[in-house]
């Protein structure tokens, strides 16, 4: 997998989680302290979340590591 690759997933898979959970990009930006354009980046897959940040954003979406791998996102 490119990094490319690997930026689109990540994206994608925020852009899944925030419609699953049906939290906006201004909800999600209010509950982890981070930019809208920010978080918007995260989801074109401009760029690719620190460990910190992706903690946050976990955090933000009411998530864990684990439902992300294990694909067990409620």
Do not use: Q
């Amino acid at each position: 997998m490119t990094e490319s690759e690997l930026l689109m997933d990540m994206g994608d898979l925020l852009i899944e989680i925030m419609k699953v959970k049906n939290i906006t990009v201004s909800e999600l930006s209010r509950r982890t302290g981070m930019t809208r354009p920010l978080i918007y980046r995260y989801r074109s897959g401009t760029t690719y979340p620190t460990a910190r940040n992706l903690t946050r954003l976990l955090n933000g979406l009411n998530v864990s590591f684990n439902e992300i791998v294990n694909g067990g996102i409620k």
